[in-house]
């Protein structure tokens, strides 16, 4: 099986490259793996994946990343699977009201490859693994002001919050490819006090996870 492996920063998946550098012969038998770093955000990540894919397309993407959550019942470390994706912040402010693209009606929420507004992965290989699956939207802005934090729980509660899922969902449905994006979390939404985070933790479960869902296809 040939597997594209991407990245937004080198530092997210460093366990796994030099786990792959001292060990990749026994993952060659059964899996053809490319790696992209794709840089932060929608346009690098969209740009990096698109470009790679017309190269060489893959039977399988695997995006893995740490990432924001609005949800603090959940422990920072913990790695998730993301079901859905959408982009959190597209749309426009009227008379002091945020209003998708969606509610303007300048995107259609079930023409392909959106459900209701969502771009869902229904690979089996999403079916397969034990991670607990949620929600993510994608922004270009890191969310901070609690009035955009309560818009995005009450219109999309979302779990994750990243800078590239949805390049990875959108481009993998239109070009169907299966796919799959973990991530871990390092932080909650809205505290910027990096005492707080756990980025080294959620980087090390982070590719435990992969390692073993690499292992496993």
């Known amino acids: 099986m040939h597997c594209l492996l991407v990245a937004a920063t080198a530092s997210e998946i460093s366990p ?5 550098r001292k060990t990749k012969n ?13 840089g932060v ?14 190269y ?9 990343g740490i990432g924001g959550s609005f949800k603090k019942k959940i422990p920072l470390g913990s790695v998730v699977a993301i079901k859905q ?13 945020w209003t998708t693209l969606y509610g303007l009606g300048l995107i259609k929420g079930d023409k392909f490859p959106f459900t209701k507004g969502w771009l869902i992965n229904n690979s089996a290989i999403l079916k397969k693994i034990q991670l607990k699956k949620v929600k993510g939207i994608t922004t270009n802005e890191i969310t901070t002001a609690q009035k955009k934090i309560q818009f ?29 994006q973990i991530r871990s979390i390092s932080n909650y939404i809205g ?5 707080n985070w756990q980025i080294n933790k959620s980087i090390t479960n982070l590719n435990k996870e992969l390692i073993k869902i690499l292992k496993s296809i």
Request: net charge negative; hydrophobic share 40%; charged share 25%.
């Open 152 to 180: 995005y729980t009450d219109t999309f509660d979302p779990t994750i919050e990243s800078l590239e899922g949805a390049a990875l969902h959108y481009i993998c449905l239109m070009e169907k490819i299966k796919f799959l």
């Open 16 to 20: 796994f490259l030099e786990f792959y």
């Open 26 to 38: 026994q993952l060659r038998d059964k899996l053809e793996l490319d790696i992209i770093i794709t």
């Open 85 to 97: 994706e959408l982009i959190g912040d597209q749309g426009v402010t009227e008379a002091g009201k």
């Open 56 to 64: 060489k397309k893959p039977a399988i993407i695997i995006q893995a």
């Open 41 to 54: 955000g929608l346009l690098a990540s969209t740009y990096s994946i698109t470009r790679q894919i017309h």
């Open 191 to 195: 505290d910027r006090d990096k005492n």
